[in-house]
C-alpha cells in the first residue's frame, strides 16, 4: 500500500497561538514532527497541511507543504482538502503537537490498514490523573481489536471498585493515541458524514465513524507520546528530549 502522512498545522490555537512555530530545542514543533514521521518505515511522503502563509513557508524547508481553506472544523477536513488530490491508498493523520511521536507507532497504525478502512493506536492507563481527565481519551475495544467506543470518560466502569485507584487496579484500562489511518475512499467518505450526536456530545471526531459502520482497528502500543497543548509544555518536552524520549 502506498501510504503518505498528513500533518494538520494551524496557527490559531486558543491555549497556544502560533504552536506548530514554537522552537523546541531549536526547532519549530512542526519540523520535529515531521522528522520522526520520516523515520517510519510506512510512509512514502510526509506533507504539512495548514491555512497559514508563515508555517508553510517554514515547513518547505524540510518537507513538502499544502496550503489549505482557512474553515476547516477539524484536522481531518484538513487533511481530506489535501488527500483529494493525491495518488494514494491510505492517509495517516498525524497530530502537529507531538514531537516525540514513535515511528514504530506510525508504522503500526499504517500497517493496520491492510484490513481495516481505518486505523488508530492505544496504550495502558496507569495514572489515576489520566483516569480522572476528561482530556484523557479513553477507549474500550472487542475480541478482534476493533473499538467499540471513545470518551472523555473512563469506560468501562467496573461496578465493584469504589474509587479510582481500585477501578484502575481492576481493569486494564486503555488510553487513545490520537493518530489515525484511513483509506483513501474512506476518508473522503466520511468527511461527507454531517457531525453526529454522540460525536456532538464527547467533541470526538472518530465518533462520526463508528456512528456511520466505519470499524476502526486499534494497535496496542506501549506508551503514548508527550503533547505539547501549552507553552508550558514546551520545557516538559525538552527536558525529554534531553532524557532521549517520551
Known amino acids: 500500500m502506498k501510504i503518505i502522512g498528513i500533518?494538520?498545522?494551524r496557527y490559531g490555537s486558543t491555549r497556544f497561538p502560533g504552536k506548530p512555530l514554537a522552537l523546541i530545542a531549536g526547532k519549530p514543533l512542526v519540523q520535529h514532527?515531521?522528522?520522526q514521521c520520516q523515520k517510519a518505515r510506512s510512509l512514502s511522503e510526509v506533507i504539512v497541511a495548514t491555512d497559514d502563509t508563515r508555517i508553510w513557508e517554514v515547513a518547505q524547508g524540510f518537507c513538502r507543504?499544502?496550503?489549505t481553506g482557512p474553515d476547516h472544523a477539524s484536522g481531518t477536513d484538513r487533511i481530506a482538502e489535501v488527500a483529494r488530490n493525491l495518488a494514494c491508498d491510505g492517509v495517516l493523520n498525524i497530530q502537529g503537537d507531538e514531537p516525540?511521536?514513535?515511528p514504530k507507532v506510525i508504522d503500526a497504525v499504517a500497517g493496520a490498514l491492510a484490513g481495516a478502512e481505518m486505523s488508530t493506536a492505544a496504550a495502558p492507563l496507569e495514572e489515576l490523573r489520566e483516569w480522572e481527565s476528561p482530556n484523557v481519551?479513553?477507549?474500550v475495544v472487542n475480541g478482534a481489536g476493533q473499538a467499540l467506543y471513545f470518551s472523555r470518560r473512563a469506560i468501562p466502569h467496573v461496578r465493584d471498585a469504589a474509587t479510582g485507584a481500585e477501578q484502575l487496579?481492576?481493569?486494564p484500562f486503555l488510553k487513545h493515541v490520537g493518530i489515525y489511518g484511513y483509506r483513501r475512499q474512506t476518508l473522503l467518505r466520511l468527511v461527507k458524514f454531517p457531525v453526529s450526536p454522540l460525536e456532538r456530545a464527547e467533541k470526538l471526531e472518530q465518533l462520526r465513524a463508528l456512528e456511520n459502520g466505519i470499524q476502526i482497528a486499534v494497535v496496542r502500543v506501549r506508551h503514548g507520546s508527550a503533547?505539547?497543548?501549552?507553552p508550558a509544555d514546551v520545557k516538559r518536552v525538552e527536558q525529554l528530549m534531553r532524557r532521549g524520549g517520551g
Open 7 to 9: 500533518i494538520p498545522a
Open 33 to 35: 514532527v515531521v522528522e
Open 65 to 67: 507543504a499544502e496550503m
Open 100 to 102: 516525540l511521536i514513535d
Open 137 to 139: 481519551v479513553k477507549v
Open 169 to 171: 487496579a481492576a481493569f
Open 227 to 230: 503533547g505539547v497543548d501549552v
